[in-house]
């Protein structure tokens, strides 16, 4: 296959944050012409099934996905998962446990916002989240744009759910080379997500990448929704010198939030082995 098909490997259904059905998500994707897909939930495998047999009702191939939230140098990382088992007992015992954070952390998140003033957010949020064990900073966002603290999500995170601001709690997520290996065990490929969104300096992206490839990663997203057409060359050059094959995905959540359309990208710079490629075995219909 080469690298101009139409793959789209990363985005969200209402499993995680996303406020599509894998069915709709299908559905739209198919309609823009994506000839690869993935539904890549965080840390949940609960829609591959649905995604699986809506694409093939459709037509359309289709990789098992998630995107594992972990802890690196204190910083969260995403890494997407592409192609595996869905059914291998470690890979689903290891996402257990990376989302069972998630309730505790989203209590401490609105007792800090209802001391500056904003109460009641933790049902509100509960209330957009479609699987209450995934409930995340996103349902948090759309929140406080309901109660009309912000005008859009964007603005919420700025002011109030990242680092240094009033309703954002620190959180120790998967371990690097626990996530890695959970989907390298379960014959998936792991590829580093939206690398240019983390602001790690460039020693901090070094250490990244150099032991994200020890413990057997191989991919890393090169044309995201979260990056700019200068940030696509940057990480093809990073998938040239790291010897990492490179992947595509608008991270879709919504129509409403999202900037970025399914399988509307560019397509991947040349020189540069799509991470297709390397799970020609694993591609379903
Ligand atoms: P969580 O896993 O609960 O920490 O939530 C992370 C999610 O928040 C990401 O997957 C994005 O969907 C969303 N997010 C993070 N930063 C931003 C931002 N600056 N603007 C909009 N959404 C964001
Ligand atoms: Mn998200
Ligand atoms: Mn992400
Ligand atoms: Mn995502």
């Not at 869905?86 to 309730?103: I, K, M, P, W």
């Not at 940030?231 to 040239?240: D, H, K, L, V």
């Amino acid at each position: 296959m080469s690298s101009i098909l139409n793959a789209d490997l990363h985005c969200h259904s209402v499993v995680s944050d996303g406020t599509l059905t894998p069915e709709e998500l299908a559905l739209r994707a198919h309609g823009k012409g994506v000839e690869l897909w993935s539904l890549t939930d965080h840390d949940e495998l609960g829609g591959q099934q649905r995604a699986a047999a809506a694409a093939r009702a459709l037509g359309m191939k289709y990789l098992t996905g998630t995107e594992i939230s972990v802890t690196f140098i204190g910083k969260t990382v995403h890494i997407v998962g592409l192609g595996f088992d869905a059914n291998d007992a470690a890979l689903r015992e290891g996402l257990v446990q990376t989302r069972g954070g998630r309730g505790q952390r989203a209590q401490e998140m609105a007792a800090s916002l209802a001391q500056i003033g904003i109460r009641g957010a933790y049902e509100g949020a509960l209330k957009y989240a479609g699987n209450h064990e995934l409930i995340s900073r996103t349902h948090f966002a759309r929140f406080l744009v309901e109660v009309g603290a912000c005008k859009d999500t964007n603005e919420v995170f700025r002011k109030y759910l990242t680092e240094g601001k009033p309703g954002f709690v620190a959180h120790r997520w998967a371990s690097l080379k626990d996530a890695v290996t959970w989907i390298t065990q379960a014959g998936g490929v792991a590829v580093i997500a939206h690398p240019a969104r983390y602001g790690f300096t460039a020693n901090e992206e070094y250490a990244l990448f150099t032991e994200f490839k020890l413990h057997g990663g191989q991919g890393v997203e090169v044309v995201t929704g979260s990056h700019t057409a200068a940030e696509y060359q940057t990480y093809a050059n990073m998938a040239r010198e790291f010897e990492l094959a490179a992947s595509r995905g608008s991270d879709f959540h919504s129509p409403n939030e999202s900037h970025t359309e399914l399988g509307t990208l560019p397509h991947l710079p040349g020189n540069l082995t799509p991470v297709w490629e390397l799970l020609t075995e694993r591609i379903q219909g």
